[in-house]
């Protein structure tokens, strides 16, 4: 049996007192007057059965169990407002909004966003970026999103998001070829005593998991700490230490002699960069276009 929800504008009414706790700042935000938004309160707690507040002289407290309920509406028009503002983008401005890992966007993704723009010159793109793994899809005002997932995170997220592998996340090691040659790297496992761990607090345990399945004797907690992987990439090109890199995200540098491998050993970590988006999402021909030429482009030309 399906429960008929109460009206929407009491919803709303009882979703901004209760973001407040003040019936007068929830009317100045929905503009009505204080009185209206206790009329609206009221039909609620009418409906319900139950007060939602405790009403004292001059102050309102939601109960505990309001409190969770407050929150639950919170997230569902947050939801709505991101909605529609996809959908009124998606219709009138042409947009296809992209989000995406700091270290894919900088390292692989914007270099070839001139092949797309050649394809699909009157479509527009909007970025953001955000740490690897630190976002949900449900929470953001975005098309499509370019995540770090398992497998096992993936099949759990189907069939409500679809997703598609661009890239395996293998680890290794890489430095100048200035800085290999003069700390003679390749000689002795003793001569990674004398360099600079270059450690991302992006991924912080990746030292960690790479020293255990080499065996190299060094502690992985020691080094120079970076914001983001992409200046940990920068720094090892510039000699300042070693780096632990995705390896597909440094190709282009290896192929052009900026950076050289420090260590034969080359670790999967079982995880990769996927393409994620929604069902609905799924329908809009931005999405198609992208989708198409993201995977073959990660399929094809590294």
């Given at each position: 049996?399906?429960?008929?929800?109460?009206?929407?504008?009491?919803?709303?009414?009882?979703?901004?007192?209760?973001?407040?706790?003040?019936?007068?700042?929830?009317?100045?935000?929905?503009?009505?007057?204080?009185?209206?938004?206790?009329?609206?309160?009221?039909?609620?707690?009418?409906?319900?059965?139950?007060?939602?507040?405790?009403?004292?002289?001059?102050?309102?407290?939601?109960?505990?169990?309001?409190?969770?309920?407050?929150?639950?509406?919170?997230?569902?028009?947050?939801?709505?407002?991101?909605?529609?503002?996809?959908?009124?983008?998606?219709r009138?401005?042409?947009?296809?909004?992209?989000?995406?890992?700091?270290?894919?966007?900088?390292?692989?993704?914007?270099?070839?966003?001139?092949?797309?723009?050649?394809?699909?010159?009157?479509?527009?793109?909007?970025?953001s970026?955000?740490?690897?793994g630190?976002?949900?899809?449900?929470?953001?005002p975005?098309?499509?999103?370019?995540?770090?997932?398992?497998p096992?995170?993936?099949?759990?997220?189907?069939?409500a998001?679809?997703?598609?592998?661009?890239?395996?996340?293998?680890?290794?090691?890489?430095?100048?070829?200035?800085?290999?040659?003069?700390?003679?790297?390749?000689?002795?496992?003793?001569?990674?005593?004398?360099?600079?761990?270059?450690?991302?607090?992006?991924?912080?345990?990746?030292?960690?998991?790479?020293?255990?399945?080499?065996?190299?004797?060094?502690?992985?907690?020691?080094?120079?700490?970076?914001?983001?992987?992409?200046?940990?990439?920068?720094?090892?090109?510039?000699?300042?230490?070693?780096a632990?890199?995705?390896?597909?995200?440094?190709?282009?540098?290896?192929?052009?002699g900026?950076?050289?491998?420090?260590?034969?050993?080359?670790?999967?970590?079982?995880?990769?960069?996927?393409?994620?988006?929604?069902?609905?999402?799924?329908?809009?021909?931005?999405?198609?276009?992208?989708?198409?030429?993201?995977?073959?482009?990660?399929?094809?030309?590294?």
């Amino acid at each position: 049996m399906t429960t008929r929800l109460p009206p929407l504008n009491a919803l709303r009414a009882l979703e901004a007192a209760g973001r407040y706790v003040s019936f007068t700042r929830a009317a100045d935000e929905l503009h009505v007057t204080p009185g209206a938004i206790s009329r609206q309160i009221r039909g609620l707690e009418d409906i319900l059965g139950f007060s939602l507040f405790e009403r004292h002289h001059r102050e309102v407290k939601l109960t505990a169990e309001s409190q969770v309920y407050v929150e639950a509406l919170t997230d569902a028009f947050n939801q709505m407002e991101r909605a529609t503002r996809r959908l009124v983008d998606s219709r009138k401005q042409n947009y296809l909004h992209i989000h995406t890992a700091i270290t894919f966007t900088m390292r692989w993704l914007v270099p070839k966003l001139v092949a797309f723009h050649a394809l699909y010159p009157k479509r527009e793109i909007r970025m953001s970026t955000m740490m690897p793994g630190a976002a949900d899809l449900s929470a953001l005002p975005t098309d499509v999103s370019i995540q770090i997932r398992s497998p096992e995170i993936v099949a759990a997220a189907a069939p409500a998001l679809i997703a598609h592998p661009l890239m395996d996340i293998d680890l290794v090691p890489v430095c100048s070829p200035q800085l290999m040659a003069e700390c003679e790297l390749g000689r002795a496992p003793s001569r990674w005593q004398t360099v600079t761990r270059l450690i991302s607090s992006a991924r912080p345990n990746d030292w960690q998991t790479w020293v255990a399945a080499s065996g190299v004797d060094i502690d992985p907690q020691i080094g120079m700490r970076v914001e983001s992987s992409s200046l940990a990439y920068q720094a090892a090109i510039e000699g300042i230490g070693v780096a632990l890199a995705m390896k597909r995200l440094v190709q282009e540098d290896l192929k052009a002699g900026r950076l050289v491998i420090a260590h034969p050993l080359i670790y999967p970590t079982g995880t990769s960069f996927y393409l994620l988006y929604s069902q609905a999402a799924s329908q809009m021909p931005q999405v198609k276009e992208f989708r198409d030429w993201v995977v073959q482009e990660a399929k094809d030309k590294d």
